[in-house]
């Protein structure tokens, strides 16, 4: 039977999580986890299980917290369906299998490409072996569990009828989701559509399985072509949150859902999507993957509810249908409201804090406490965007390895220079001077000159939370380390293919600089974590509940 609604199966903590950069260590894969369950997703295609042993215990973990009663606050009651990838490979397909155990509802999605130039270049295998593979690993996947997806990879660029013959094969080993995957993201929405529709009249058994689309962002054209699909009879899209994964992206999530959503008269089906929880899960992905929201962007960016043109203005004024499809509390984006101040109590933060969606308790929350006296001794009034800054700042950092104890930086027009004291792993400080080509330079280079981690920085971005001289600025950095840098005796297995990553790190404060030393030791210690294996002790392990 086909589903009274469109299901969302989000890949954020997957394909989201391959964006360049954006690596989550594992208690951050957990926070994005419970999020999703709370904003009603279908499917949390929580990994990708055989990529390596973190990558298990991350999915299998999210499969026993969030997969068997789901969590407070999910608007709908059975817990959501924990998914991992699997190449359409047996011990991929054992290692997806024992991720997902623990789950109510859990799901094995295997794949295998089926365009010609996958299977002549990268495969190197004919139809006929591509077509016995997916009977095989299907049925093999079905042993373990009776929820298979099953995507032929680069489904774009795969000549239709060999298609046919690759879902009917999956379809009659026991699959029961059949994806399309536009892998590369070369189709257009009329073509696309077209081939939902195609698949729907010419695969026999189709009728008793789920259509789902996995779109890429290539030509900018993944929700609209996952809208198209579902126009034409899917009923399953697969989206990120704030549209990351490989390249260009995902579908994003909150454009695929306000849409079904405000042109539900078109559609005519929905999603059981809390929406109002849209923003916070677009912040929430955005800390923990060093990913910077555009603000133009579509729902979740910082100008979609602004209106700037005094004809625009005038409009609202008179009537907020004028200029705005939808109100920004549907998505969750009130106005900032003034909340706080010097003289607000920790029961008062909490709640604040819980309101917010943070339910932050115990250290994490006498941190966060600390953090935010802190800052009312230098800013009037604490906006709840000041809050978020702080408490994503105290929470979703990686574990210290180097924590920053004091900076001092001279600049002008002549050297600048910065020195900084730093605790090391051994809890002992250390202090270093050195000078730049400007005050950031001068303290990472310091910073540097104890650390020892050799990286470039690939880009360095500074904004302000909140309006007025006194706003917190957030920095945020990416890094990536330096080839064969690492001390051999230091490198844990998984590091080896960490050296072509890239790497973020975040810091808050009302000083720049500050921020920036923060935001540039956060990247480092995320180095040092995956380095030496330890990057599930992060700070919010335990500390968010
Ligand atoms: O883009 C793609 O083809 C994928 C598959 C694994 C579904 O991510
Ligand atoms: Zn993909």
Known sequence: MQPDHVRIFDTTLRDGEQSPGATMTSSEKLEVAKTLSRLGVDVIEAGFAAASPDDLRAVKTIAEAVGVTGVEGRPVPEPPTICSLARAHKPDIDKAAEAIAPAKHG?????????????????????????????????YARSFCKDVEFSPEDAGRTEMDFMYDALQAAIEAGASTLNIPDTVGYTIPAEFGERIAMIRENVPGIENAVISVHCHND?????????SAVQNGARQVEVAVNGIGERAGNASLEEVVMALYVRGDLYGIGTQIDTTQLTRASRLVSKVTGMVVQPNKAIVGANAFAHEAGIHQDGMLKHEETYEIMRPETV??????????????????????????????????????????????????????????????????????????????????????????????????????????????AVYKAIQSLVHVPCTLLEYTVQSVTEGIDALGEVSVRVSPHEGEAPPDKINPQYEHSRARVFHGHGAHTDVIVASAKAY??????????????QDDSKAAGSAA
Request: hydrophobic letters at 40%; a positive charge; glycine letters at 10%.
């Open 107 to 139: 799901r094995i999605h295997t794949f295998i490409a089926t365009s010609p130039i996958h299977r002549e270049h990268k495969l190197r295998m004919t139809k006929d072996q591509v077509l016995a593979v997916i009977g095989e690993m299907v049925s």
């Open 219 to 227: 030509l900018g054209l993944a929700v609209a072509n996952s809208l």
């Open 332 to 441: 969750g984006a009130g106005k900032t409201q003034l909340v706080l101040g010097k003289h607000s109590g920790r029961h008062a933060f909490a709640n604040r804090l819980a309101e917010l969606g943070y339910p932050v308790s115990g250290d994490g929350l006498d941190k966060a406490f600390a953090r935010f006296k802190k800052l009312a001794d230098k800013k009037k009034l604490i906006t709840d965007a000041d809050l978020l800054a702080l408490v994503s700042d105290e929470l979703y950092q990686p574990k210290e390895f180097w924590r920053l104890d004091a900076i001092q930086v001279g600049c002008g027009t002549g050297m600048p220079t910065a020195t900084v004291k730093l605790t090391g792993p051994d809890g002992q400080t250390q202090t270093a001077a050195e000078v730049g080509t400007g005050p950031v330079d």
């Open 521 to 534: 030791l956060a990247a480092i210690n995320r180095i040092l974590a995956l380095r030496e294996g330890t």
